[in-house]
């Protein structure tokens, strides 16, 4: 592969003339990306776009995303994500996907929660296949104490599905390490929804232990 792509380089630096076919150059990057040759996909897109070509850049740019993943590349794939985004194209649902499971793997908070915030954010078609994705990154949030960010992204997600109970015990014993019982309150309040007995049991516990 290679060789194929050191022709097809040659053949547009030394050619009077020489012009890419959308098409080919499709079928180029596609064997590229099964080559995980990521860095001349790039190249041949930047250069395809230069000549003023259009190509099916959405499929690209998800392939080349997944791609980086694979092999742990999370920055490279991050940089394509916010290109995409720069073009208004929108990434895959399973382009998210990948990107937050081996943020929330690595224990990436800021990140994760941006990139999840960004796909709850868009018009796609959602199903309850979305929740562990979701409780995952609530999870992270509530570990590094950042429960109001986590329940505002809550908020955000009840308009998509309902959550579990996993996460309002996840937001509820967050406010409860906080010892910000004034907000868990109001938490529960407003959305109408209980912690189960155990995190319940916590919350009287660290009352009686404040007052």
């Known amino acids: 592969m290679g060789m194929i792509w050191e022709i097809v380089k040659s053949g547009s630096e030394k050619v009077k003339g020489f012009k890419r076919l959308p098409r080919s150059s499709e079928v180029m990057a596609s064997m590229l990306i099964q080559a995980r ?12 776009e230069r000549e003023g070509i259009l190509l099916d850049s959405h499929g690209i740019f998800c392939s080349l995303i997944e791609g980086y993943v694979g092999v742990g590349d999370l920055e490279s794939a991050i940089l394509v994500s916010d290109k995409m985004r720069g073009q208004q194209l929108v990434p895959s649902l399973s382009c998210y996907h990948a990107l937050i499971d081996v943020l929330i793997e690595r224990r990436q908070t800021q990140l994760a929660f941006q990139v999840y915030l960004d796909m709850v954010e868009l018009d796609v078609h959602w199903s309850d296949k979305e929740m562990p994705a979701f409780e995952n990154v609530i999870r992270l949030l509530c570990d590094d104490g ?13 308009l998509r599905f309902k959550p579990s109970s996993l996460v309002i015990n996840e937001i509820a014993c967050g406010y409860c390490e906080k010892k910000d019982f004034e907000d868990l309150l109001r938490f ?13 049991n916590k919350i009287i516990y660290n009352l009686w232990r404040k007052f």
């Not at 040759?37 to 395809?48: A, N, Q, R, S, W």
Request: glycine fraction near 2%; aromatic fraction near 6%; charged fraction near 30%.
């Open 146 to 158: 950042r429960v109001q960010e986590a329940r505002n992204l809550f908020k955000k997600v009840l």
């Open 37 to 48: 040759m990521f860095k001349e996909v790039e190249l041949l897109v930047l250069e395809v």
């Open 188 to 200: 529960l309040v407003e959305l109408k929804c209980v912690p189960d007995i155990i995190v319940g």
